[in-house]
């Protein structure tokens, strides 16, 4: 069925496709070592299970659903055909079946590739990125020529077979029966298959290879972990493409921009600089000139830096507060956070540049040991118990209750950590705390990029809590709880870390806490994005609020994985909005459309900028806004 | 070219005051200790006229015992090249006269062109060691100063005084000099982690060519403090709660802005502010009422 000059044109366009796949495979080479994370059973078949489920890439159902037909209406028919190119009988029913299946996988192929040129164009305005459709048209001139030449054959010799090849049969009736055409046709369609084969890793379909390989080499750990760096020698961070690993380049070369990570991302959405999208693509770019240079043959020195006015620009590195939407929405695992962290490491480790109004903020840090510099001595002022228990009379079994640089010093927050205590007390939980010992936890360095100073403080505070012995931590700050729970391990401290909303639902379950008061109010809940997507937590705090007598619970319109960031993450409480609107404003203004009684939260930074957002609005009802923890305080009997 | 900048390190001083009468209750609750913030913007300062000259070095000095080695390794790695300490013993009996006189001792040794203070520390804010400095090493000396620049090719120092509701004074005078720098002249730059580490693993030189005591076998100095105290706050008015109640009492009722009726000791410890929701807070009120027998 095939001639020997076929075969070479097959072995050509294989081999145009191989040499191309190669040079995507060196320029992620540039990058730095890196170890794959988990089992490599648990990687295949994690793989798998994304593949053949197409759960993530069907979030967004305009570009899922095509992608869906496109999919499948091509594997199928590649394994069918390969097959039929052995010569082998088969029962004429099994056939017809097959051709069939063929037929209706080509036509869902067919009407996946229309819907993709037709959402792609109309996305061109909206989102940015490169929103190529050239290889698409190729795609689609294969697969019109595709059933043409079928209707074709079937004019020729006509089968009666509508139940055979269903599209050809209706392409057959509008067809000349002319062999000579059929021959052209056939000639047609192999050309444009093996110009489309040829062409895939130079277009939009190199994502076949990088976009699994980047789902296979996925990080394991949650979301709202960060990776841990040596701090011995240069470089810190990642200045240049080869400063990143091989697995962020891959990552970068397996991105579509599809624009799933800037239509979810705050900062774009509130008009700041910053676009997730814009920054894997200059990402991709770069290490694409870096490799190109190099290989010239001209032998150019280059030093292309990733921050530069022509590249990325600082302002755009510091609107990111890592609230990890872009992340949760990407389908083919890029971690764009990490990414950004390790271009902000660069920024301060290396060269000492950030905005300047979070200085005394870090200074602070560096000499008092809090952020807000009122030194440790006044770390116990927020109690007016004098019962509370300190740490020097840790028993084993009592629970240490970490109270936080918030939860310590600002005037709101102090009112959280008090009715945690009297929460406590009512229960009969045996808690105590760090009292003057305590330090911050590290969380605004560390997302900030400065990883000498989180470390040292983290060592700090491990070395403390193993000379008490301390074993279980409770806190009802989501950024302390995830650099407790993900990021200690990494450095030598492992506890049990318990998030205030996950133990009050335990207390609430074992009965130790009785809710006697109804608040007859209809209530939402805002998810802290260390929280939600950092950590999965959704349903304690939601089942803590269902809990309460008489409380209606209201979920808003983005919640859960798609929750809008209050805009406080990432050491955005310490800097300025310098362009755009703010974030908590655009998250108030939709919070009070809704028209709530009550919006509850459970993290500190939540709280104060859903307050400031909402004090600011004008409208005639102002929701109040409630830490988890005072709402169960309030019902408590 | 050489600058000397002298450092200080000085105790927090805005902590928590202590509960020892014998010091006055000044004893800071907090053992933290720093560098004088005035004394890192004479170091980025001194930094800033070496890369200008674009030769030089810039040497800094301290005097006492190592409290801040942290601090004081980081203000090196602003962009300092080696680092002086004169370990003097006790140096709260020492003043600014004899800390000066040390001081100029060891900086005449050094053989500087400039040599750059902070203007006033943070916990003392005498502000007098500069000025000795300039007399002992016979050097003129500018105070308060706000901006600087090098002329005639390094030659000559022209330093903006402030003087006062934004007035300023231009002073010109030839090297070698003192000056005393204020806050405004400059943001000290944030040292990146290669210099904190280098710092870390400088060796801190010491000086000790210096004689404290005199003839009589006594510490040489000129002025002794003989007492510190706290001034008296100023009387505000404010409704006293009854003083029968306790200070913690007390301390709620202001909080809360309620008030509380006579009641025995035995019954004290029942008295709280209520709160919570509206049914919550009528419950609580009624069977208070009912208890009391008022209902």
Known sequence: MIASFDVLLVIMALAVMAGGFIGHVRRWKQGKPVKLQGTRKRRVLGLLAYILGHRKIMEDRRFGIPHLFIFWGFIVPIIIIILAQFSFTMPPKIAEILSLILDICGGCALIGTVMIIFCRISARNKVSGDKSVSHLWLLLAVLITGFVSEGIRLAVIPEPNLIGSPVGFIVSQIMPASPLLLDLMIRLHFFLVLVFLALFPFSIMRHILAAPLSIYCREEGLPGELRTIELEREPFGSARVEDLTWKQLLSADACLSCGRCERNCPAFLAGKPLSPQKVIRTIFDQMDKRYRFRHSGKNRETDLLLIDRESISEAEIWSCTMCMACVQACPVMVQHVHMITDMRRYLILSKGFFPVESKPMLRNLEIFGDVYGKGPSCRTEWSTDSNLNDIENYQKGDVLFWVGCSGAFHHRVKEISRAFIKIMSAAGVNTCTMGKQELCCGDPARRMGQEELFQNLAQQNIRKFKDYGIEKIVTFCPHCFNIFKNEYPHLGGEFEVVHSTTFLDELIREGKIVMKYPLSLTASYHDPCYLGRGNGIYDSPRAVLQSVPELRFKELSRSKESAFCCGGGGGRMWMHDASGSRINEVRSTEISHEGVDLVSSACPYCIIMLEDGIQGLEVEKKPPVLDITEVVARSLA | ?295
């Open chain 2, 1 to 295: 070219m050489r600058i000397v900048v002298c450092v200080k390190q000085i105790k927090h001083v805005y902590a928590r005051t202590g509960l020892d009468p014998e010091q006055y209750f000044i004893a800071p609750e907090d053992k933290i200790c720093r560098v004088n913030p005035c004394d890192e913007i004479a170091v980025e300062e001194a930094v800033r006229i070496r890369e200008k000259t674009r030769n030089g070095e810039v040497f800094l000095i301290t005097l006492g015992p190592i409290t801040a080695e942290r601090d004081l390794r980081r203000c090196l790695s602003i962009g300092g090249d080696r680092l002086y300490h004169i370990d003097v013993p006790d140096d709260n009996q020492l003043d600014s006269w004899a800390k000066a006189k040390i001081l100029a001792g060891a900086i005449k040794s050094l053989q500087c062109e400039l040599v750059l203070c902070g203007k006033e520390s943070l916990d003392r804010r005498n502000g007098m060691v500069g000025a000795y400095l300039g007399h002992f090493l016979d050097f003129p000396f500018v105070s308060s100063v706000v901006q600087c620049e090098m002329m005639n090719k390094g030659r000559v120092i022209r330093a903006h005084r402030a003087i006062g509701r934004g007035d300023r004074e231009v002073i010109e005078c030839p090297l070698p000099a003192v000056l005393t720098v204020e806050t405004g002249l400059n943001d000290p730059r944030y040292p990146t982690l290669i210099r904190k580490l280098w710092s870390m693993q400088q060796p801190i030189r010491q000086i000790d060519n210096f004689d404290l005591y005199g003839n009589d076998g006594e510490i040489k100095v000129k002025t002794k403090v003989g007492d510190v105290s706290l001034p008296r706050p100023r009387p505000r008015p404010v409704s006293t709660p009854d003083s029968n109640l306790s200070a913690m009492e007390r301390i709620k009722m202001l909080r809360g802005g309620g008030s509380s009726a006579r009641t025995k000791k035995s019954e004290r410890s029942e008295e709280k502010i209520i709160e919570g929701t509206v049914d919550k807070q009528t419950e609580s009120f009624v069977s208070f009422l009912k208890k009391h027998q008022l209902l």
